[in-house]
């Protein structure tokens, strides 16, 4: 496979010939020798065996008396046995030799003392009963661990039982990682617009602690060839491995491959992976080189599917893997044939099967790493799958934590992350999980039962009231019930001031000013469009109106920066961006509760938090929000 510019080399195909070539170059990780008291989640890179037996004498098991078994023979009660000390039997301690002449010991409890020294019998013992024998444990000479074997805390005092005070591992790689970029700046609570924070470095150092590795950060350095090459040399001369964070794609001021090949060798550089193609692969100074791309999941993907790889095939031995779970995926997700795609999925357990639901697939969103509980990995030539399907998840979170999950889909709206809060601090055991989808969404997700519960604010045009028709209209026929949440103030979120005066939606599509709208199906965007229409305004005046996104905070978060100059929203979420607000209306925002959930343990505390005086507190503080009787059913 020879070396060309942004190519599509197949994941497995690139890892193998990636490999092959460290392997012929004589590239690995060597290994040390040190205490065992210090070998915790090390490595062996030899077997280890053991150089005397555990334990090394006959020991007493037991605190009694030790003695031949065979003076015991046909002792009952009718006949007991009766023995006398220093002839017949030795008092002896847990731990003790066990004194030549005898075989087996007798537990202090089945001693009957009598005078003069002597001791009683009612039952008889069995030769080397309460004996812990030369080698029981470990024997010398056999082995205590292979090779490549990551040392767990037990395996430190079978060692040191087995007379092993130092042993061979592989050396923790020292991974150098170089941030590039003009626009990178080290993390602050103030950047400047334009400068991005530089945290790529401190994931990939927490992932290579994980695996046992160790990290050294260098200075970030800028968009400038000659100092891109100075800084890959350096780190290749002074790491086992180097990551060349950013500058890996086909930009004006991209030059990791270049600075590789040209310090180097370049051995690929784009692999059929998404996120993550534009991945360079290369060795400088007989050390591995990896270009990893700039934006945060992409890094992440390409840490754990190409660099993880790499490091096991250094001598390092196999790391741990995920484990694997079918779940359902809940919507249809479209892929591109050309790449094999990893999906992060938000994972929960309702109706006893495991059901998928993807997330954000930007390569920029790292929070969405953050929320999910899965990843799907979509082969290359696939172009998807269909909502319904049963697919294997890789787990991002333990099992167990999925299973006592709380489900809701539907409405975004911040009460749900107080919610979320409290149960995690009343409940530590428990976890609520939530996914935007729109209250649409959320009544679609409760009719294929994907949801413990859905969050819903639906305007009927006709009556003006909310939720309960569509409930009525779409569940009609499902055995399903309608839980109080809270009334909150919907309204325009402006920039702070209102300096461009606005009053209505009139005036934002009078005066061709920016729009930024909800999705499709949400509570709001249905809000919205009975708005234009009640007042007579088209869609198509409103500058905007096709820009959509899925929550109030984000929508709250692009009028701040003046990306746009309004946008429907709720208050509590103006509020905390101390934007300017024009109230429209006064919604509810409550939940649909399949009734076969209603006994759930996890859904009763819920409905506990929701009429809890530590909830009412956080959403007078939040701000526009009203509570009548939450966690009730409407009459």
């Keep these: 496979m020879g070396y060309s510019y942004l190519e599509n080399v197949e994941l497995e195909e690139a890892l193998r010939v990636y490999a092959d070539m460290l392997q012929s170059m004589g590239i690995g990780i060597e290994a040390e020798e040190i205490k065992v008291q210090d070998s915790f989640g090390r490595i062996t890179s030899e077997a280890v065996f053991a ?5 090394h004498y006959n020991a007493s098991a037991m605190d009694g008396i030790a ?9 009952t009660e009718t006949t007991p046995v009766i023995l006398e000390e220093g002839v017949d039997f030795e008092r002896v301690d847990t731990g003790d030799p066990l004194p030549e002449r005898f075989d087996a010991v007798v537990m202090i409890e089945d001693v009957i003392s009598l005078e003069r020294g002597r001791v009683k019998l009612i039952s008889a013992a069995a030769p ?3 004996v812990r024998q030369i080698g029981e444990d470990i024997c010398a000479s056999e082995m205590i661990l292979p090779s490549n074997t990551k040392i767990e805390a037990a395996a430190i005092g079978a060692m040191l039982a087995g007379g092993v005070l130092k042993i061979k591992v592989w050396k923790r790689p020292l991974v150098g990682l170089i941030p590039t970029g003009d626009e990178i700046v080290s993390p602050t609570d103030c950047p400047r617009e334009g400068e991005i ?12 602690k994980d695996w046992g590795a160790a990290a050294k950060v260098y200075e970030i350095v800028p968009d400038r060839f000659p100092l891109i090459k100075e800084a890959v040399i350096k780190a290749a001369e002074e790491c086992d491995l180097v990551i060349l964070n950013a500058g890996s794609s086909a930009g004006r001021e991209d030059y990791s491959a270049k600075a590789i090949g040209e310090a180097g060798k370049g051995i690929t550089h784009g692999i059929a992976i998404r996120p993550g193609k534009p991945t360079i692969l290369g060795v400088v100074n007989n050390r591995p080189v990896i270009g990893v791309p700039g934006y945060p999941v992409s890094g992440i993907v390409v840490m754990e599917k190409i660099f993880k790889k790499v490091l096991e095939s250094l001598n390092y031995g ?16 479209i892929s591109s044939l050309k790449y094999k795609e990893f999906v992060r999925m938000k994972l ?5 099967r495991f059901i998928a639901t993807p997330l954000n697939r930007g390569a920029g969103v790292v929070t969405s790493f953050v929320k999910a509980d899965g990843l799907l990995e979509i082969p290359m030539n696939s172009e998807g799958y269909e909502a319904g399907q049963e697919l294997e998840i890789e787990l991002l979170k333990p099992e167990s934590e999925i299973e006592n999950t709380l489900m809701v889909i539907g409405s975004h709206d911040p009460l749900i992350d107080v919610i979320s809060d409290l149960m995690r601090r009343k409940y530590p055991e428990e976890f609520l999980s939530s996914a935007h989808v729109g209250s649409m969404g959320g009544i679609m997700a409760v009719k294929r039962g994907e949801t413990h519960l859905a969050g819903i604010h639906l305007l009927d045009e006709e009556t003006g009231q909310y939720n309960a028709s569509y409930v009525k209209r779409y569940l009609g026929n499902d055995k399903v019930l309608l839980l109080k949440g809270v009334k909150r103030i919907q309204g325009l979120m402006t920039a702070a001031g209102n300096p461009k005066g606005i009053k209505e939606l009139g005036d934002i599509a009078k005066n061709g000013l920016s729009y930024v709208n909800r999705q499709k199906g949400s509570g709001t965007r249905i809000l919205l469009d009975y708005l234009l ?9 409103l500058y905007g109106y096709e820009r959509e996104e899925f929550t109030h905070m984000s929508v709250a978060a692009l009028v701040a920066s003046g990306s746009a100059d309004a946008g429907m929203g709720i208050y509590s979420a103006a509020k905390a961006y101390g934007l300017g607000f024009i109230p429209v209306c006064e919604e509810a925002y ?28 956080e959403l007078e503080r939040l701000g526009g929000y009203k509570l009548e009787s939450p966690g009730e059913w409407p009459g």
């Design 533 to 541: 229409k009640k007042q007579g305004i088209s869609a198509s005046d």
């Design 67 to 75: 003695l031949l078994a065979k003076k015991t023979y046909g002792a």
């Design 128 to 130: 080397w009963q309460h």
């Design 590 to 617: 409550d939940f649909i509760l399949p009734e076969r959930f209603a006994e759930l343990e996890i859904v009763k505390r819920f409905i506990i938090l929701l009429r809890s005086e530590e909830f009412r507190i």
């Design 348 to 352: 929960g357990q309702v109706d006893g």
């Design 197 to 208: 924070i530089e945290f790529n470095t401190s994931i990939f150092s927490a992932m290579l």
């Design 318 to 333: 196999k790391l741990p893997e995920r484990k694997k779970t079918k779940a359902v995926l809940s919507r249809k997700i």
């Design 51 to 55: 150089n005397i037996s555990s334990p």
